[in-house]
């Protein structure tokens, strides 16, 4: 199973950027779907996380970031609006999937895309 994250790039504050997550290889069902990032110095952090029944947000990005997934391809996506400086980060999507009808989940990491917001 590979996680492939894309979309980040350089934007200027107040603008906007999707990401999108494709996931490939033996995957029977994905539980929850989510989007972390790490900036220079910090933790890696919880941006948004979506399961079949719910969707989470940390708060710094609430009302502005949006998680939404296309079951029918393993694609997940996070839409960011109105981004600030401090939203720049390494951004990491992430799956806890199963890879089969009785398997245990897995938990796997995509390989981050850079997001940059500044002027």
């Known amino acids: 199973v590979q996680l492939q994250a894309s979309g980040g790039g350089l934007v200027q504050p107040g603008g906007s950027l999707r990401l999108s997550c494709a996931a490939s290889?033996?995957?029977?069902?994905?539980?929850?779907m989510g989007w972390y990032r790490q900036a220079p110095g910090k933790q890696r952090e919880l941006v948004a996380v979506?399961?079949?029944?719910?969707?989470r947000y940390a708060d710094s990005v609430k009302d502005r970031f949006t998680i939404s997934r296309d079951n029918a391809k393993n694609t997940w996506h996070l839409q960011m609006n109105s981004l600030k400086p401090e939203d720049t980060a390494v951004y990491y999507c992430?799956?806890?999937?199963?890879?089969?009808?009785?398997?245990?989940?897995?938990?796997?990491w995509g390989q981050g895309t850079q997001v940059t917001v500044s002027s």
């Open positions: 979506m399961t079949s029944s719910s969707t």
């Open positions: 992430n799956a806890v999937l199963a890879t089969a009808s009785v398997s245990p989940q897995y938990n796997f």
């Open positions: 290889g033996s995957i029977f069902s994905i539980d929850v």
